[in-house]
T-cell receptor
Framework: AQTVTQSQPEMSVQEAETVTLSCTYDTSESDYYLFWYKQPPSRQMILVIRQEAYKQQNATENRFSVNFQKAAKSFSLKISDSQLGDAAMYFCAYRARTGNQFYFGTGTSLTVIP | GAVVSQHPSRVICKSGTSVKIECRSL??????MFWYRQFPKKSLMLMATSNEGSKATYEQGVEKDKFLINHASLTLSTLTVTSAHPEDSSFYICSADPVTSRGTEAFFGQGTRLTVV
């Protein structure tokens, strides 16, 4: 079965600084998607960024970028110029292209210090 | 962006009663919807996959007779917690795949906090 591991239960960052959240996964599939979701206190899951495994180029969305290392099965999220509104729980997720199910990591709680 | 509406957002019910939670895709059709359960400060655990017009597929350990899922249309799936007990208190989240997305994205409802007293 696929597993997603987030080894950092909690992280903190100073406002305007950069932080990197780690994620590793295990799969025997060659074609899949990886996601980072943000869950603020409202509990609404919000898509931050998505990476397609067959694309070598790392995905970028404004201040958010990923470092996708397919061979190492690593998918880290970098948040630049951190803002107070970035404070939330962040979940890494995996989804096989041929499957339906999301596999979520255990989450990283990010605190932004003013 | 696409919107998934989940209702109610909060519900308190008495032990032994049943509660229905609705998950609607407001501006797209979804052949597949998913139901998750989330304990405090924990990850989302998939409970079942709901397919329009067919029976839901439940994950191991999830009682299908307790958590009834109906997906009667391309825009609506419901989760009914039957004979609820305090241990069923949790946060329930649905997600839906647009028919056209082919798995590239899913949209989540805002969740339902169920408290059984």
């Amino acid at each position: 079965a696929q597993t997603v591991t987030q080894s950092q239960p909690e992280m903190s960052v100073q406002e305007a600084e950069t932080v990197t959240l780690s994620c590793t996964y295990d799969t025997s599939e060659s074609d899949y998607y990886l996601f980072w979701y943000k869950q603020p206190p409202s509990r609404q899951m919000i898509l931050v960024i998505r990476q397609e495994a067959y694309k070598q180029q790392n995905a970028t969305e404004n201040r958010f970028s990923v470092n996708f290392q397919k061979a190492a099965k690593s998918f880290s999220l970098k948040i630049s110029d951190s803002q107070l509104g970035d404070a939330a729980m962040y979940f890494c997720a995996y989804r096989a292209r041929t499957g339906n199910q999301f596999y979520f990591g255990t989450g990283t709680s990010l605190t932004v210090i003013p | 962006g696409a919107v998934v509406s989940q209702h109610p957002s909060r519900v308190i019910c008495k032990s032994g009663t049943s509660v229905k939670i609705e998950c609607r895709s407001l501006d797209f059709q979804a052949t597949t919807m998913f139901w998750y359960r989330q304990f405090p400060k924990k990850s989302l655990m998939l409970m079942a996959t709901s397919n329009e017009g067919s029976k839901a597929t439940y994950e191991q350990g999830v009682e299908k007779d307790k958590f009834l899922i109906n997906h009667a249309s391309l825009t609506l799936s419901t989760l009914t917690v039957t004979s609820a007990h305090p241990e069923d208190s949790s946060f329930y989240i649905c997600s839906a795949d647009p028919v056209t997305s082919r798995g590239t994205e899913a949209f989540f409802g805002q969740g339902t906090r169920l408290t059984v007293v």
